[in-house]
T-cell receptor, first 112, second 112 residues
Framework: DGGITQSPKYLFRKEGQNVTLSCEQN?????MYWYRQDPGQGLRLIYYSQIVNDFQKGDIAEGYSVSREKKESFPLTVTSAQKNPTAFYLCASLRGPGEKLFFGSGTQLSVL | AQKVTQAQTEISVVEKEDVTLDCVYE???????LFWYKQPPSGELVFLIRRNSFDEQNEISGRYSWNFQKSTSSFNFTITASQVVDSAVYFCALDSGYALNFGKGTSLLVTP
């Protein structure tokens, strides 16, 4: 079955450490997205990529980085510059404009 | 600017009651898409409906119905005869042209 796989489900970050969240899709979608969810804040866009080797900052990109070397993969790195990284991170993909977003099951990141 | 407002933060109802979740949006686009997603306790977002700006017909799917009114920029969601399994966070979203812009969500608790 086609879908989006996020790993790990839970991740812990130490002070000053970079961590990478994985997102893989086999839906053959061009566009992929990373959202951050905090309690009561809804989903906020971190980065998005509409095509391989290209990506744009969303509303809250500071302290994060991404790459899009393959159509199927869109990993998110939470850098040490992100001072408040504890949140639920959701990866999504989109078939085309106006279509629905397909979401992964999310990664809960916590700080040790 | 694109904006989605879900004024109801939390709603609590008793099973079998009807409940309406409000969604008000702002956009300058003449063509746009609106969405509703459900997020159960497991965390994964489940797509419920997509509506384009040219289709103002109300839609019904089982116990779910949606009322889209361009005149008031609203896209409200009603659950008839609520059930405990309806307990979740519900998000309204607006297609901004490159990504979905989400409201902060309404947490619905249905008690037996």
């Amino acid at each position: 079955d086609g879908g989006i796989t996020q790993s790990p489900k839970y991740l812990f970050r130490k002070e000053g450490q970079n961590v990478t969240l994985s997102c893989e899709q086999n839906l053959n979608h061009d566009a992929m997205y990373w959202y951050r969810q905090d309690p009561g804040q809804g989903l906020r866009l971190i980065y998005y990529s509409q095509i391989v080797n290209d990506f744009q900052k969303g509303d809250i990109a500071e302290g994060y980085s991404v790459s899009r070397e393959k159509k199927e993969s869109f990993p998110l790195t939470v850098t040490s510059a992100q001072k408040n990284p504890t949140a639920f991170y959701l990866c999504a993909s989109l078939r085309g404009p106006g279509e629905k977003l397909f979401f992964g099951s999310g990664t809960q990141l916590s700080v040790l | 600017a694109q904006k989605v407002t879900q004024a109801q933060t939390e709603i609590s109802v008793v099973e079998k009651e009807d409940v309406t979740l409000d969604c008000v949006y702002e956009t300058r686009d003449t063509t746009y898409y609106l969405f509703w997603y459900k997020q159960p306790p497991s965390g994964e977002l489940v797509f419920l409906i997509r509506r384009n700006s040219f289709d103002e017909q109300n839609e019904i799917s089982g116990r779910y119905s949606w009322n889209f009114q361009k005149s008031t920029s609203s896209f409200n969601f009603t659950i008839t005869a609520s059930q405990v399994v309806d307990s979740a966070v519900y998000f309204c979203a607006l297609d901004s042209g490159y990504a979905l812009n989400f409201g902060k969500g309404t947490s619905l608790l249905v008690t037996p």
